[in-house]
């Protein structure tokens, strides 16, 4: 708005006749030109933004035709070989979101996690339950990288845990397995748990872990408790924390609002969360 109107005050027929001839002559049609522009752009946002607020749905599936395919190809194919220096840690590291309030997960934290059990199941050979002692008993990952959250901030901390691989080489995807999803103790709303997916490429990656500590200490429960997933090419909101279980699936279309997501369910992302 601020540029249409230096544009206007400053002399619109010439500037028109610049921005649609580039040079100047024709102003009469370069004043209808750039005001029919403006009309229709004012038209079509009108237009959009009623039909985004009346079916966000639709608007997200329509557009996700067009935009996840590029977006996928441009992106999510890229591995993170992330390796910042332990000065880089972030002095503080923002907490983003509340923790789980069921009693079953407070008298967790009150037991320091002895009793947590992580369920993996679903498409696999050998379903797996494991505990914290389970997990720090495998093969331990560490990782300094940059975390990335879509609200706009991000941090440096490091991460210990398991490779995502190591837990799958245990329980054995089946040949159909495509996606994993990850449940937390979390409930964003009463009786609803927050979830996301990520497909087994992204598990795959190095610097795809479950993370049980961050800066060298127990992770702690605002950063999610007794473990959370790190997915480094991924923006935030992919990466659950406080992870009940583990399911691996073979489309994850069939769960939940079937966009791959709580975010993508219900405040309408799109599935391709790559940074």
Not at 25 to 47: D, T
Not at 68 to 89: N, T
Not at 145 to 173: E, F, K, M, Y
């Amino acid at each position: 708005m601020v540029h249409v109107t230096l544009v206007v005050v400053e002399d619109f027929p010439a500037n028109m006749s610049y921005i649609i001839h580039g040079r100047h002559a024709l102003e009469g049609l370069s004043v209808a030109i750039g005001i029919g522009g403006l009309v229709f752009v004012a038209i079509l946002h009108m237009w959009a933004t009623q039909v985004s607020l009346r079916d966000p749905k639709f608007v997200q599936r329509t557009l996700g035709v067009a935009i996840e395919p590029v977006r996928r190809s441009l992106l999510h194919h890229v591995r993170s070989r992330q390796a910042y220096p332990r000065s880089a840690i972030s002095a503080y590291f923002i907490v983003n979101g509340r923790p789980p309030e069921s009693a079953e997960y407070k008298q967790m934290t009150q037991e320091k996690f002895e009793n947590w059990r992580l369920e993996i199941g679903g498409l696999v050979e050998n379903p797996l339950k494991l505990g914290l002692k389970d997990l720090r008993a495998m093969q331990a990952h560490s990782q300094i990288t940059l975390h990335h959250c879509i609200q706009g901030w991000s941090g440096v901390a490091q991460w210990n845990g398991v490779a995502l691989t190591d837990i799958l080489a245990r329980c054995r995807p089946l040949a159909n397995a495509r996606s994993l999803v990850f449940r937390s103790w979390q409930e964003p709303e009463p009786g609803v748990t927050y979830y996301e997916v990520i497909d087994l490429e992204l598990a795959s990656h190095a610097q795809t872990i479950l993370a049980y500590e961050m800066n060298d200490a127990p992770l702690p429960v605002a950063h999610g408790a007794p473990c959370r997933l790190r997915v480094e090419t991924q923006l935030g909101f992919k990466m659950v924390k406080w992870v009940r279980s583990i399911e691996l699936v073979e489309d994850y279309r069939l769960l939940g609002g079937g966009q791959g997501g709580y975010r993508e369910d219900v405040q309408f992302y799109g599935p391709e969360a790559g940074i």
